[in-house]
């Protein structure tokens, strides 16, 4: 299963809101969706697993949602640690798992 | 504290071989599965593999399906990496990840190492 991120680079501001999409080649259960934020220099960390449950200490700004082939991540008000970059992974076809290309939020 | 550190990346010649280790504190390393998941420079993420908790299932990704061998010594919170006929475009940061239970194959990863560099090249 292919998933797809778009846009590859949002450029937004402190305060505004990011909508961050995943699409998948084939349908995928909710329950099959997560989501990652990695910081430059540092490893993954879960934000969001099962399409829209917060893994533990992640902030009530980020959510996640959808189903079947879309899904999206929305940071409701960026904070400035909030800018990174963001991988949707889905394991339906595991053991062949597979992670988007991911999409950078950058400082505008 | 719970963690996950890598070790024995490096700087190796294609062909070579290398071992990689994550050595797990903080949490009962032998009740959860274990993958590694790769970076290369300035891409994005990729499994690599993955061993249940009691060595029962060990699945690899196909791009390194027969070059590389992932073990673990629940005895000693380790997790390891075993690496042949390593090529240029193996050239990435390796990451150990603890999975989600019930695990009889991966799933989704809570807790990260910091990386273990590993380059390919003559």
């Known amino acids: 299963i292919v998933l797809t991120q778009s846009p590859g680079t949002l450029s937004l501001s402190p305060g505004e809101r990011a909508t961050l999409s995943c699409r998948a080649s084939?349908?995928?259960?909710?329950?099959?969706l997560a989501w990652y934020q990695q910081k430059p220099g540092q490893a993954p960390r879960l934000l969001i697993y099962g399409a829209s449950s917060r893994a533990t200490g992640v902030p009530d700004r980020f959510s996640g949602s959808g189903s079947g082939t879309d899904f999206t991540l929305t940071i409701s008000r960026l904070e400035p640690e909030d800018f990174a970059v963001y991988y949707c992974?889905?394991?339906?076809?595991?053991?062949?798992?597979?992670f988007g290309g991911g999409t950078k939020v950058e400082i505008k | 504290e719970v963690q996950l550190v890598e070790s024995g990346g490096g700087l190796v010649k294609p062909g070579g071989s290398l071992r990689l280790s994550c050595t797990a504190s903080?949490?009962?390393?032998?009740?959860?599965?274990m993958n590694w998941v790769r970076q290369a420079p300035g891409k994005g993420l990729e499994w690599v593999s993955f061993i249940s908790s009691s060595n029962t299932y060990i699945y690899h990704a196909d791009s390194v399906r027969g070059r590389f061998s992932i073990s673990r010594d629940n005895a000693k919170n380790s997790l390891y990496l075993q690496m042949h006929s390593l090529r240029a475009d193996d050239t990435a940061i390796y990451y150990c990840?603890?999975?989600?239970?019930?695990?009889?194959?991966?799933?989704?990863?809570?807790?990260w190492g910091r990386g273990t560099l590993v380059t390919v090249s003559s």
């Open positions: 084939q349908s995928v259960s909710s329950s099959f």
């Open positions: 990840a603890r999975d989600t239970p019930p695990t009889g194959a991966p799933r989704y990863f809570d807790l």
């Open positions: 903080g949490f009962t390393f032998s009740s959860y599965s």
């Open positions: 992974q889905q394991f339906v076809s595991s053991p062949a798992l597979s």
